[in-house]
């Protein structure tokens, strides 16, 4: 891992801390007051908060695990630092599209 | 601490990278060192051990092997604290190259202090006056915290990313370039943040701890490394870095 990596992996560790806070706090509370799945949707149809920011939380988790999937790619397979890059590459995007795709459904 | 049998049972690393072990009888002595041990096989029992040390008094960081599992200095290791039950596994440090029997080949941990830019890069000729550095400075204490590695390579054998990564510089020579970056006589820390920065440098270390666990000195190259990862963090932020 180089230094550029390094503060992109740290950004996104440190952006993910209130976003997971929030989340887990979101997950309490929806289950807490018992809602359905009609009720949860009734709120974040249309909403451009929810939207932005579990977006947000889609493009951090996929940067982020996608750089450390690329060091034990790197550490544990005999690949060069570059097909570790690529798979990762792959194994990030591939969660941003999963991640939009649900973020989408909740939300549009 | 139990006492030990009047015989240690001591097995010796023989051979090469394909070697095996080989145990020889050893008489137990007071104030015995692992490095006492490994002597006596080699001027008593087999001249042909071939091992390495120089000073015998924890100073030129040369006798280092691994014994009972772990790297340590044997020469300030004391057989009364690592041989449980009278019995001592002595071998090679581990990720160095074997050359013969317990002495490995130290030029690719040496050649990673060049690739960190270990070297110190004058800022000043010998006609400028010496520089006033105060004791107490922040810089000067971080440099005084980890200047006194004796290069043994014990930290070295212990690092799992050493291991696992061929290009890692490792804990000695990043913990050597910690010490030139608080220099503040050294003329060289661009091109030395800019080494560390690049993969196989300081942002390739887990923090498992290992150096510091196992290191004579009780230095700490992690907190080392961790000062080279905010240092160079900050340099490529403020565009001074390109990676």
């Known amino acids: 891992m180089n230094v550029r990596l390094y503060v992109w992996q740290r950004a996104t560790a440190a952006l993910m801390v209130p976003l997971v806070a929030v989340h887990l706090a979101v997950i309490f509370y929806a289950t807490r007051q018992g809602f359905s799945a009609a009720e949860i949707l009734s709120r974040t149809r249309g909403s451009i908060a929810w939207g932005t920011y579990y977006a947000l939380f889609v493009a951090a988790v996929s940067i982020h695990a996608a750089i450390g999937v690329r060091n034990v790619l790197a550490e544990w397979l005999p690949l060069s630092e570059r097909h570790a890059g690529r798979l990762a590459v792959a194994f990030g995007l591939l969660l941003a599209a999963l991640g939009f795709r649900a973020v989408a459904a909740v939300v549009l | 601490m139990p006492a030990l049998p009047a015989e240690l049972s001591v097995s010796l690393w023989r051979g090469g990278a394909q070697g095996r072990y080989e145990t020889y009888r050893v ?109 107490d400075s922040p810089a000067r204490i ?65 923090s498992h701890q290992s150096c510091q666990e196992h290191c004579p000195l009780a230095l700490n190259p992690t907190a080392s490394i961790a000062g080279l990862k905010r240092r160079t963090a900050l340099a490529y932020l403020k565009g001074e870095l390109k990676p």
């Open chain 2, 27 to 135: 008489p137990r002595r007071d104030s015995q060192t692992v490095l006492d041990v490994v002597t006596y096989v080699q001027r008593h029992i087999d001249p042909t051990l071939s091992y390495r040390f120089a000073c015998r008094v924890g100073m030129c960081g040369s006798c280092a092997m691994t014994v009972n599992g772990r790297p340590r200095w044997t020469c300030r290791t004391h057989v009364a604290k690592v041989a449980g039950g009278g019995t001592l596994e002595i071998g090679p440090l581990e990720n160095l190259p074997v050359i013969k029997d317990l002495a490995t080949d130290m030029a690719p941990f040496f050649e990673k202090w060049r690739g960190a830019k270990g070297a110190f890069a004058p800022s000043r000729t010998r006609t400028d006056p010496m520089p006033c550095i105060r004791p």
């Open chain 2, 142 to 206: 971080a440099a005084d915290a980890a200047i006194e590695c004796i290069n043994c390579g014990v930290c070295y054998a212990a690092c799992d990313t050493v291991r696992w990564n061929a290009d890692y510089l490792g804990p000695a020579a990043l913990n050597r370039t910690w010490t030139l970056v608080n220099d503040e006589r050294d003329a060289g820390n661009a091109a030395r943040l800019q080494a560390v920065a690049a993969a196989g440098g300081c942002h390739a270390c887990h």
